[in-house]
């Protein structure tokens, strides 16, 4: 299994804060079967460069690449937040794994004109497939037209596997799985308390709840995404 949307790497952002809370979560990664996981840390535009983030990021990295337990791979990438002018910069370093795909986080205000404008600007610039992250998280954020507007884009689409309802609560989630509009899965982990690695759980409620065909789709998407392959 992959989990392509982590917080993991200690100290640059609101994810692991110590080494020692990225050595838990890889292991308990590894216990859950977890074979590679991509760690995303966030990128914010307005308050951080490329070039210093990357920096960031390695150092990070190094603090625990020899630490790695056997039967994980951990490989970079970043969660990019949309915003204004985005296009023009070189975001082309910011993409996962060398490949052409891109991990996006959308704005949490109302989404003005300019935000479809800079998508549509950012792959036409750069050539790049677009992962619109936990876009599960919008839908009770943002006017229904303006998800609709997303969601016929064409772009990719990844929800968070943290939270799959229950008997008495709806999940967005799975709402979007069941229309068919979901590419990808993650679990969006920070720690091993507040907001934990659930792949494991998720796939399993996925396999119940809609079928081995959903799980064995994401789990493939995530293995072409990684081999830089096209998806349907």
């Given amino acids: 299994m ?36 991509v760690a995303t840390p ?23 690449r020899d630490k790695i337990p056997d039967g994980l791979e951990v490989v970079l990438g970043a969660e990019v937040l949309l915003d204004f002018g985005l296009h023009k910069k070189d975001i082309r370093k910011l993409v996962i794994a060398n490949t052409d795909y891109i991990l996006l986080e959308m704005p949490y205000s109302r989404w003005e004109p300019w935000v ?9 610039t750069h050539g790049l497939e677009i992962i619109i992250a936990h876009v599960d998280r919008y839908v009770k954020l943002i006017s229904s ?9 064409g772009l990719k689409y990844q929800v968070n596997i943290d939270d799959m309802g229950g008997f008495f609560r709806k999940s967005e989630a799975m709402t979007l799985m069941r229309n068919g509009v979901v590419h990808f899965i993650g679990s969006d982990c920070h720690n091993t308390d507040f907001r934990p690695p659930c792949l494991l759980e998720g796939i399993k409620k996925i396999r119940t709840r809609l079928g081995d065909e959903y799980a064995d789709y994401y789990m493939s998407n995530a293995e072409k995404m990684l081999r830089n392959e096209s998806i349907n």
């Fill in 116 to 124: 479809f404008e800079e998508i549509f600007k950012i792959s036409a």
């Fill in 42 to 64: 966030h990128f914010y535009s307005e308050v951080n460069n490329i070039e210093n983030f990357l920096t960031g990021r390695q150092e990070a990295y190094e603090k625990i």
């Fill in 145 to 153: 037209e303006s998800m609709e507007t997303l969601l016929s884009m």
């Fill in 2 to 37: 992959i989990d392509i949307h982590t917080h993991i790497l200690p100290g640059i952002d609101d994810g692991c804060k110590t080494v020692e809370e990225t050595l838990e979560i890889m292991n308990y990664l590894v216990n859950s079967g977890i074979k590679k996981v």
